[in-house]
């Protein structure tokens, strides 16, 4: 196994920042745009934009970057560079005590917020998905096929990239603190949403990195990323909760 360099921090922030330019621009402008013109589900427009405009270009794109460090594509390289490693009982502690921790927080810091002066307003955090959810009925269930694709590109190219590329090579350069500039660079690739939905995640935004860096394992980060995505957008598609 070749040994793992150092990334600047100029890079690392162009690592962040193109893709959330992408993600703005597919977001603020071309959903906008197709949602107006096209009599198609909303849930399959951004199925589709989401995952040919951004999170199947990222999957692609680490790794592109570990072929172009010198590393061949096969699956004990990828396995082992991106710290793919098998779930133990640890793992499900770090994750699931993570999850208790980080819902508490924040809920702390909503109740907080909704005493303080500082206008609140419950629908600000509706911003942190890049559309609205809405129940799933009679053919359009079908749906729930490229949901998948999405959500294996969503979860597992944002990882692949951010924890399973990006992060080892900060910690090379940056030891114990690569974890905390991670998070701080996620979160810019989030700046869409807006610093009012952001702060109640914030929580989350510290576990993902801290879990891989602590646990040296990408799959404890593409759990917890599932975790807070995938099962709200399939319940409200279900009808099983109201969005």
């Not at 009599?39 to 405009?53: K, Q």
């Not at 061949?72 to 921790?101: C, H, Q, Y």
């Not at 809920?107 to 419950?122: K, Q």
């Not at 935004?205 to 807070?228: C, D, F």
Request: charge should be positive; proline fraction near 6%; charged fraction near 15%.
């Amino acid at each position: 196994m070749k040994e793992i360099k150092p990334i600047k921090m100029g890079y690392s922030i162009v690592l962040f920042l193109i893709p959330g330019i992408v993600f703005y621009l597919l977001v603020k402008v071309l959903m906008p745009y197709l949602l107006e013109t096209l009599s198609i589900n909303d849930v399959l427009i951004w199925t589709i934009v989401g995952t040919l405009g951004l999170f199947a270009p990222l999957f692609l794109l680490s790794l592109m970057l570990m072929k172009a460090d010198g590393y061949p594509l096969n699956w004990a390289t990828v396995s082992t560079r991106f710290r793919l490693k098998r779930m133990e009982k640890a793992d499900w502690l770090w994750i699931l005590g993570g999850f208790a921790v980080c819902t508490a927080i924040s809920g702390i810091v909503l109740g907080i917020w909704a005493l303080s002066p500082i206008p609140f307003d419950i629908n600000d955090l509706r911003k942190i998905a890049p559309i609205e959810v809405q129940q799933l009925e009679g053919i359009e269930m079908l749906i729930f096929l490229p949901m998948l694709v999405l959500f294996f590109f969503n979860y597992v190219g944002e990882e692949f990239l951010w924890r399973g590329y990006i992060l080892p090579r900060q910690e090379v350069a940056l030891g114990r603190y690569a974890w905390l500039v991670n998070a701080g660079l996620h979160t810019v690739f989030h700046f869409l949403f807006g610093l009012k939905a952001m702060i109640p995640f914030a929580p989350f935004m510290l576990l993902l990195p801290y879990v891989a860096y602590k646990t040296k394992s990408t799959t404890n980060s593409i759990i917890i990323h599932a975790l807070l995505g995938a099962p709200m957008m399939v319940l409200v598609s279900l009808g099983l909760i109201r969005s």
